[in-house]
């Protein structure tokens, strides 16, 4: 996908069902920061989509757009919150080519959206400076495989891990038998961006104002490269 295309399909993502245009570039738009920053849900997916470029093409630089000079007591001003896998391939901070307390990340087996995850993504929205919600899926992913294991076999894996598989189950169950893994880890990502939306009151009225936006995206392990849908 072309920078144009990436940037008109994400804008409307979040914004569609409000009818407000994610880059209609309001004041009432973005946090309050300490550093004064007004940052858009729009200039966050440029910062991410320029530091993944720099991680694909190797040649990284933690750019950091955290307030300087900020001491920890005086809180935390991450630009992003990013829902993400445990796995340990996946690290945000690289993936994005940005330094440490610039994004707040959200990580579990499936980047599945539970109570914890929204009750995490709310205090982000609400304490710190993030304007974007990116939902992040990525290649190999075992959590989706096992749920597509699970939906074939029509058994459950069973101990604790059966709460990830049941919440990833609706959103890859209708997908056509021969779909892909890529596929469901896309079908995936985009269910539990939905979810955020419609089980938060909270978040959904950040989305409605244009303050945050939400967008679900996929990270392929080998060419390093993220692809927002
Ligand atoms: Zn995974």
Redesign the pocket.
């Known amino acids: 996908m072309d920078r144009r295309s990436f940037l008109v399909s994400t804008a409307g993502v979040s914004a569609l069902a409000a009818g407000v245009g994610i880059a209609s570039g309001s004041s009432a738009m973005g946090a309050s920061r300490p550093d004064g920053q007004i940052v858009t849900p729009d200039m966050a997916i440029d910062r991410l989509y320029r530091g993944n470029r720099r991680w694909v093409n190797r040649v990284s630089t933690r750019k950091t757009y955290a307030p300087p000079g900020q001491t920890p007591d005086a809180g935390q001003w991450p630009f992003a919150a990013i829902v993400t896998?445990?796995?340990s391939r996946?690290v945000p901070e690289d993936v994005f080519d940005v330094a440490g307390k610039n994004l707040f990340i959200v990580r579990n087996?499936?980047?599945v959206v539970g109570d914890v995850t929204l009750g995490s993504l709310e205090y982000a929205a609400v304490h710190t400076g993030i304007s974007l919600i990116v939902v992040l899926?990525?290649s190999?992913?075992?959590?989706?495989?096992a749920t597509q294991a699970s939906i074939e076999t029509d058994t459950l894996p069973g101990g604790s891990v059966d709460s990830i598989v049941e919440l990833i189950t609706p959103g890859i169950a209708n997908l056509p038998a021969e779909h892909t893994l890529d596929e469901a880890?896309e079908a995936n990502a985009m269910y539990q961006a939905r979810r955020i939306e419609a089980l938060s009151p909270t978040l959904a009225a950040k989305t409605r104002a244009a303050t945050v936006g939400i967008v679900q995206a996929s990270y392929d392990l080998v060419t390093r490269k993220v692809t927002f849908f």
């Open positions: 896998r445990s796995d996946v087996a499936g980047n899926g990525h190999m992913c075992g959590a989706v495989g880890v």
